[in-house]
């Protein structure tokens, strides 16, 4: 069989999302500060006859593995850039991030297939010219090729990186997944009859990401898909509540949910979060991990 290429691609967590209110294009503009972290999917593209996706991983079976996966549909639109007859790799996720949680999973196959097909294929395509087809496949694919930290405005893709120290996480995955668009719709529903301020990064929440004080970060952490997030599926107090006792500096829903993220002070904070949370029957499972961590990379 031919060499494959393997590409290792983070989850990310949102530390602040500010969403706007709806454009006419039926999306909503962002500051969302992007967090990736150790939490890695790994891709990988061979040569074959045809088009082919595979997942492994507790969680495969949950994944379209048609071409409405991103990583399929990263391959197809980087072959019609470069002018490829065709895109036949088969492409293997093992898939390590939760499915539909609001951690970029999708997004990450995405960014990791396109990394890995244009090393492959030997395009060395620029990475501005990368970003632009991460844009074309999701708002949050950008990020996932870059990692790090950044802000990201627009509809998310538009990406500024920023400074970020280190962090310890706790991540609670829930029972079944949240869909982003359901939660996008529900946030325009609650905001119904208000008017919604135009989003903006917040310069403490920078300073605090920039510093590593974790009590600084803790204390402004914010979501504005929470609230829609709640209101969908409103179990998941008891999972916050949960982790805040146990001990985390703060909790909050991860990006669109229904995933629960808990900033926590060091390693030993999370294994013990990590422990009450899975005792307290709140969630599916755990995941402890670091931020930021780097993003697409070939293994
Ligand atoms: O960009 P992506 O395909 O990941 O977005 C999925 C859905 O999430 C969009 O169709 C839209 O409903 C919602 N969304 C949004 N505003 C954003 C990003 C996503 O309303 N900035």
New binding site residues.
């Given amino acids: 069989m031919d060499a494959g290429v393997t590409v290792r691609v983070p989850a990310k967590v949102n530390v602040q999302l500010a969403v706007g209110a709806a454009r006419p294009d039926?999306?909503?503009d962002?500051a969302n500060v992007f967090l990736a972290v150790s939490l890695f999917d790994e891709v990988t593209v061979t040569p074959a006859d045809e088009l082919t996706v595979t997942c492994s991983g507790p969680d495969a079976d949950q994944v379209p593995l048609d071409r409405t996966n991103l990583a399929a549909r990263a391959a197809e639109l980087l072959a019609a850039r470069a002018g490829r007859p065709d895109s036949a790799v088969h492409i293997h996720i093992a898939k390590n991030i939760p499915v539909a949680g609001g951690m970029a999973g999708g997004?990450a196959d995405g960014a990791g297939a396109l990394l890995a097909c244009d090393l492959l294929w030997g395009l060395d395509t620029p990475t501005g010219e990368l970003l632009d087809i991460c844009a074309e496949l999701?708002?949050?694919v950008p990020f996932s090729l870059i990692g790090g930290a950044a802000l990201g405005t627009g509809?998310?893709e538009l990406l500024t990186p920023v400074g970020a120290g280190a962090f310890h996480w706790v991540f609670a995955v829930a029972e079944g997944g949240l869909s982003?668009?359901a939660v996008?719709r529900e946030f325009d529903r609650l905001a119904e009859g208000r008017d919604v301020p135009e989003p903006q990064a917040s310069p403490a929440l920078l300073a605090a990401l920039a510093s590593g004080d974790p009590d600084a970060l803790a204390a402004t952490l914010a979501n504005d898909l929470q609230p829609a997030a709640l209101s969908l599926r409103p179990e998941l107090q008891r999972t916050l509540t949960a982790g805040t006792e146990a001990g985390a500096l703060a909790g909050l829903v991860s990006g669109s949910g229904p995933t629960t993220a808990f900033l926590v002070r060091d390693e030993e904070a999370a294994a013990k979060v990590a422990a009450a949370l899975e005792a307290s029957g709140t969630c599916r499972a755990t995941r402890t991990t670091t931020s930021p961590a780097p993003g697409a990379t070939a293994v």
Wanted: hydrophobic share 25%.
């Fill in positions: 039926g999306f909503h962002l997004s999701g708002s949050d509809r998310g982003t668009p996008f």
